[in-house]
Structures are given as structure tokens and as C-alpha cells.
């Protein structure tokens, strides 16, 4: 069992160690400075005596040292941008809420099993409640309910360590739903500002005729893309972490109830009687 706690954290360490990484990739991406196409139209010469393109005027005022952050800011706006570092804030902050609840220490510890089951063999029987119901773990939780009603019958017991577990159970996953939660209307909203972009692009379009501004319409279409770049960047990883922490609750809460139930097997004799 210690084998297996210690390849559990090992593959926990792993996915955060990917997690950091992509995240620190997107960070210098979208802050790398976009200068090459202002380099490459200052290093480009003139053909002959050509006459200067007049388009090319708005290509110079575009500023040299513009990053994909200040872009993605001013396609967003304010709105759209506090929505979405709201949402990254809570996925993130949910994701080690359940990653720590989510801990073998947490739900089934093993130091609580093995002095559990010390003191039923010494027959010490407040002493292993004592454990128990001081310990708040998961598994705590159930031992201290089956022994709790352990006078009135080992049928009682098992009852009163079904429900305890179901509540538990039921409290975990009620918190770990949040990150389904936002990985289900991250590209809602994404979807919504795509909408919202192509809109204000087709507005540009019916009033400006047949020569809308360039400028102007691709502000729509950033909004456009850059919502759906961001929605789409929050559920994945959100959806990602939700079925592996479920997973990983899952199989602990099976060991659980299995050991709970292997423990207390021992007064099944008293229904006997």
C-alpha cells in the first residue's frame, strides 16, 4: 500500500510538472514581442520607382512592440478579460482544493488503519473509536459510525457506515463538480464572444459598403478568435483535471468502503446471536 501511495504521488507530481510547463509556454508565447513582420516590411526596398503603397501608411503606425498580451487585452476588453481570469482563477484554485482533498493521507490514511485495527485485536474498542472518530478523514468518518452502532447489531453498523460514506462521498464530488462546471461553460462563453465578434465585424461591413476599414473589422475578429482561444484554453485543462481527480476519488473510495468493511467483519457474529 505504501508502494502504491508513493507511484500516486509520483504521477500527481508528474501532471503538475506538465501543467507548469504548458502554462509557462503560453506565457512566452503570448508575451514574445511580434516584430517580425514590422522587421520584414522596414528590411523590404521598393521595386524601381513604384509609388508607395497608401495601405502600407497604417501597417507604420502599428507599433513594433506589440505582444500577443496587449493584443489579446485590447480584442477582449475589459469584460470579456475579467471574465475569463476569474474563471482561470477559480479552475486553478478549485484544481489544488480537490488535488489536496484528494490525497491518500486525506481519505484513507494508513497510520489510522494500521492503529484501528491494533486496538480491535487488543480489544480495546474505545480506544478504536477514540482513533476514529478524532481522526476526519474519510475513513474515519465510517469506522466511528459502524462502531457507534455497533450495540445495536452488525447489520446497523454496516448501514450506518453506507450512509456516512455516501454522505462523504457525496461531499466530494459535490465540490469537485465545480470544475465540470467551468469546463462546460468556458466555451459557452467563448462561443458567446465569437458571436459577439463576428457581429461587430458584419456591422463594420453593412456600414462601411464596399471599403470597410481594415482596423476596424479585424477588432471583431480578434474578439472573435481570442474568446474562443480562451475558452477553449480553460475547459481543456478543467475537463482534464475533473475526470482524473473523479477517477482517482473513485478508486479511493472504493479501498475505503473494502477496508471499512474487512475491519468490521470480525462482529458479523453478533447478528448471530
Known amino acids: 500500500m505504501r508502494l502504491f501511495s508513493n507511484i500516486q504521488l509520483q504521477q500527481t507530481g508528474i501532471w503538475t510538472l506538465i501543467a ?41 503606425s502599428v507599433p513594433a512592440n506589440t505582444n500577443y498580451l496587449k493584443w489579446a487585452y485590447s480584442a477582449l476588453g475589459p469584460g470579456y478579460s475579467l471574465v475569463f481570469l476569474s474563471l482561470s482563477l477559480t479552475m486553478v484554485a478549485l484544481f489544488v482544493m480537490n488535488l489536496i482533498t484528494a490525497r491518500r493521507e486525506n481519505v484513507c490514511p494508513m497510520a489510522l488503519l494500521e492503529g484501528f485495527e491494533a486496538h480491535l485485536n487488543e480489544r480495546q474498542y474505545q480506544e478504536a473509536y477514540e482513533l476514529a472518530k ?17 450495540q445495536s447489531g452488525y447489520s446497523h453498523a454496516i448501514e450506518a457506515m453506507q450512509e456516512v460514506g455516501e454522505e462523504e462521498n457525496m461531499k466530494l464530488e459535490h465540490r469537485l463538480s465545480y470544475m465540470q462546471l467551468i469546463g462546460t461553460i468556458s466555451p459557452m462563453i467563448g462561443l458567446f464572444g465569437t458571436v459577439h465578434g463576428m457581429i461587430s465585424s458584419f456591422q463594420v461591413i453593412a456600414v462601411g459598403g464596399s471599403t470597410p476599414k481594415a482596423t476596424e473589422l479585424a477588432e471583431g475578429i480578434s ?8 475558452g477553449l484554453l480553460i475547459a481543456i485543462p478543467a475537463i482534464a483535471a475533473y475526470n482524473i481527480l473523479r477517477n482517482r476519488i473513485a478508486r479511493l473510495v472504493l479501498e475505503v468502503g473494502i477496508l471499512s468493511e474487512g475491519l468490521m467483519s470480525r462482529f458479523e457474529s453478533l447478528d448471530k446471536k
Not at 478524532?134 to 455497533?150: C, I, P, R, T
Not at 474578439?223 to 480562451?230: G, I, M, S
Open 20 to 60: 507548469v510547463l504548458a502554462c509557462t509556454y503560453v506565457a512566452i508565447e503570448w508575451t514574445m514581442p511580434r516584430t517580425a513582420v514590422a522587421q520584414d516590411a522596414e528590411d523590404a526596398e521598393p521595386v524601381g520607382n513604384a509609388p508607395a503603397n497608401p495601405q502600407s501608411n497604417a501597417a507604420d
Open 134 to 150: 478524532g481522526d476526519e478523514s474519510f475513513l474515519g468518518q465510517v469506522l466511528s459510525a459502524g462502531l457507534a452502532k455497533l
Open 223 to 230: 474578439t472573435a478568435l481570442f474568446t474562443t482561444l480562451l
